[in-house]
């Protein structure tokens, strides 16, 4: 039998890690195996030094050669076009910030932000995402409206799974509308460009989950969950795109301490999905109509829908109480795209269920987070 080589140790050795801290084994005990790992790495680096030397891309990211790169920039053409068709004009924002910058505004994710070394008395990390330094160039410059794309790079300190498209490096195609509007207007503008963009490309089926996070937080309080809680719950509401309920549920209750007769409750609310007729069976429940934040939620989402039915694009659009999306900053309406692929083509020439492909919602409050500071 072959011995693994070093690299694979390494590999076999970083799971064991991993594990452990995932199982919150005693402190002592993953000391002990990190030590491991790092004498392991330092035989890589010891090979280094002997003329060894591994030739790979960092862990997370690829190279794209030159037939994926005109795929890309078909794509990225497609969704310009759209983007500059809805009035949006281009900004570019540097790939760091100031740390202080983005802190505070991802909730559990926090722990996903790249930092940099000092850098002349700087604390300096990569960009998470496109939208708190368009937030930030916003407040910085004092402008009032805007409909702004920005097409570049963000950086996701991951566990990467490459054969499930989860980067450390990756592209995102944003659209953002800052200014006072009509109210539901820009949500349901930005749920027809997702539409229109995922209609272009011809990726197969699709729906557009939406959802409100008043609505949320409402139906957290009226399930009995504290408000301190409300944040850290509706991060685990999340998971149920990629968990079970029942994994869920036992996060809730033995992770996140909450009591498992308000799990239950909540369980029975995220199994819902529908459109219209999802909207009236939850507007005649007593139980959510008690809770204010609840009813403003139910009232914004008659809205919206009400524009999606005009704007055409109902029938692609599914009001799912399921959908959370874990960022702090989000304080109204909530979406995202899900490819469902084709499983009556069968596995030769359909396509396959990709899963979430775009996603977004309003943050009133983010603007003003930067104002507050200055």
């Not at 053409?77 to 100031?98: D, M, N, Q, W």
């Not at 539901?184 to 989950?209: H, N």
């Not at 069968?346 to 996603?359: L, N, Q, T, W």
């Not at 983010?366 to 507050?372: D, E, K, T």
């Amino acid at each position: 039998m072959a011995t693994p080589s070093i690299q694979e140790q390494i590999k076999a050795q970083g799971e064991v890690v991993r594990q452990l801290k995932k199982d919150k084994a005693p402190d002592e005990k993953i000391k002990e195996e990190v030590a491991k790992l790092l004498e392991l790495k330092k035989l890589v680096d010891d090979g280094k030094s002997s003329g060894q030397f591994v030739l790979k891309c960092p862990k997370g990211t690829r190279d794209y050669d030159p037939f994926q790169m005109a795929i890309r920039e078909k794509v990225f053409s497609v969704i310009t076009s759209c983007f500059k068709r809805h009035g949006a004009v281009a900004i570019s924002t540097p790939a760091f910030e100031l740390k202080e910058t983005l802190l505070g505004k991802y909730g559990e994710d926090q722990k996903l932000i790249y930092d940099l070394a000092d850098q002349g008395g700087e604390l300096l990390s990569l960009r998470y995402d496109l939208t708190v330094p368009f937030a930030r160039h916003v407040a910085m410059n004092n402008i009032k409206t805007m409909k702004r794309y920005h097409i570049d790079r963000v950086y996701r300190r991951d566990q990467p799974r490459m054969t499930l498209g989860r980067y450390r490096e990756f592209y995102q195609c944003d659209f953002d509308i800052a200014g006072e509007y009509d109210p539901m207007i820009p949500d349901a503008e930005c749920v027809r460009i997702v539409f229109e963009i995922l209609s272009q490309l011809d990726l197969g089926s699709f729906v557009i989950k939406v959802n409100h996070r008043k609505l949320l937080d409402g139906m957290f309080e009226a399930c009995g969950v504290p408000p301190e809680k409300f944040r850290s719950i509706c991060s685990a509401v999340d998971k149920l795109d990629k968990a079970e309920w029942e994994e869920v549920k036992k996060e809730m209750v033995e992770e996140k301490g909450l009591e498992e007769v308000a799990a239950g409750r909540i369980g029975e609310y995220v199994k819902l999905n529908g459109r219209l007729e999802l909207l009236e069976r939850l507007t005649s429940d007593e139980r959510l109509t008690a809770v204010p934040s609840s009813v403003a939620g139910l009232e914004d989402m008659k809205l919206l829908l009400q524009y999606c039915k005009l704007f055409g694009v109902l029938d692609k659009v599914s009001f799912d109480l399921s959908l959370a999306r874990g960022l702090d900053y989000y304080t109204g309406v909530i979406y995202e795209a899900v490819l469902t692929g084709d499983p009556s083509k069968g596995k030769e020439g359909g396509v396959p269920a990709v899963g979430s492909v775009a996603g977004g919602g309003r943050y009133d409050g983010l603007v003003g987070m930067f104002n507050s500071q200055g």
